[in-house]
């Protein structure tokens, strides 16, 4: 039987505080922790420069800074800290993560369920931008779904259906949102409880839109976050988890125009494209590129119309 992300970090908390009290003990010139409060589990909900918001088990917040031996941590990540006061803190471990994102070497969040890829009628949809955000997401072993927002101005519905279906054949979820006319929304709510969701995608798109559809007194815990942190922006600039009251968590995070891949190898933009993954390793070379190879499996499936021309095409604009 295997344990449940929740049993495991209380497990995981009990060990780290056995670990933290040894070292408190062991060096008792830290003048930082000296009359801090006993450790407890934390979970952060978001990073601001050099500090930490993060929530202790009675949902209450805590500024923290980290120890420096204390590698960074993102939304999501499972701490244990010791407070200073009723609103600060000092992160001194950090938990094992069973998975995290990151974008162009940057640490997005940690610890996820499952990632909402967010694409939008207006900004319109680019799908090289899309297959972009896919790759990483492949990479970063989550399960990926695609929302289709803005849904209420497309001039053709049926018309913007059909040019998702590629990645429909491709094995992915594609559902079509309007936040304006509230179409689709409940059923979107149904698929998110008990589990830790990111939205990801282009700024503008409507992230931050969906998650307060989805979370009713958002606005409340926005306001609650922003006078701790001084976060005061329209748009998202911070990567934050937000609870959604009958359970399972969202992050939010900011999207940004240029998504660069510099830091992906061929081999994982290639991992990248899920549907290309039953013929890797059936071509004639072992080291085939696709390209221009002989007796290509991948070139196969293409004219066999088991991959898509359009994917073909960007997974070769992709790759350097
Ligand atoms: N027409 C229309 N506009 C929408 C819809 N959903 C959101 N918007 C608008 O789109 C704009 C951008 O929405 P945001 O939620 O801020 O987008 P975001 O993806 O969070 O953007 P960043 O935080 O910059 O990454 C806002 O003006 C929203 O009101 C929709 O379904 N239809
Ligand atoms: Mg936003
Ligand atoms: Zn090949």
Redesign the pocket.
């Known amino acids: 039987m295997s344990l449940t992300r929740r049993q495991k970090w209380r497990i995981e908390k009990i060990q780290a505080e056995r670990i933290s009290r040894a070292q408190r003990a062991s060096s008792n010139s830290e003048a930082l922790l000296g009359d801090a409060g006993e450790a407890q589990a934390g979970l952060v909900i978001t990073r601001y420069g050099q500090h930490l918001l993060v929530e202790n088990e009675s949902g209450e917040l805590f500024k923290c800074t980290g120890r420096q031996n204390i590698d960074l941590s993102v939304a999501g990540d499972q701490i244990i800290f010791q407070a200073t006061d009723n609103n600060n803190g000092v992160v001194t471990a950090l938990l094992e993560r069973d998975n995290q994102l990151n974008r162009s070497q940057k640490l997005i969040a940690a610890n996820i369920d499952e990632l909402w890829l ?1 694409v ?1 009628i ?1 900004p319109h949809y680019q799908f090289e931008l899309i297959d972009r955000y896919l790759v990483v997401a492949e990479n970063a072993g989550l399960p990926i779904n695609i929302v289709v ?5 497309s001039d053709n519905i049926k018309k913007t259906k059909d040019s998702f279906s590629m990645y429909v054949d491709a094995g992915y979820s594609v559902s079509y ?5 509230q179409v689709n929304i409940k059923e979107l709510k149904n698929q998110l409880n008990d589990k830790t969701h990111i939205f990801l ?10 998650i ?1 559809e989805l979370i009713p007194d958002l606005n409340l815990r926005v306001n609650e976050i922003s006078t701790k942190s001084k976060l005061g922006k ?3 600039t911070n990567t934050t988890l937000y609870h959604i009251p009958s359970g399972g968590d969202l992050i ?5 125009r240029e998504f660069q891949l510099d830091d992906l190898t061929n081999k994982e933009i290639l991992n990248g494209f899920r549907e290309f993954k039953p013929f890797i390793g059936k071509c004639k070379f072992r080291n085939c590129a696709h390209i221009n190879e002989p007796s290509c499996a991948i070139k196969t499936a293409l004219e066999s119309g088991e991959i898509s021309y359009k994917r073909y095409e960007s997974y070769l604009n992709l790759i350097s």
């Open positions: 967010v939008a207006e927002n803005k849904i209420e101005l949102l309007s936040v304006k006319e995608g282009q700024s503008g798109v409507g992230k931050s839109s969906i307060n329209h748009t998202t939010d995070s900011p999207g940004i």
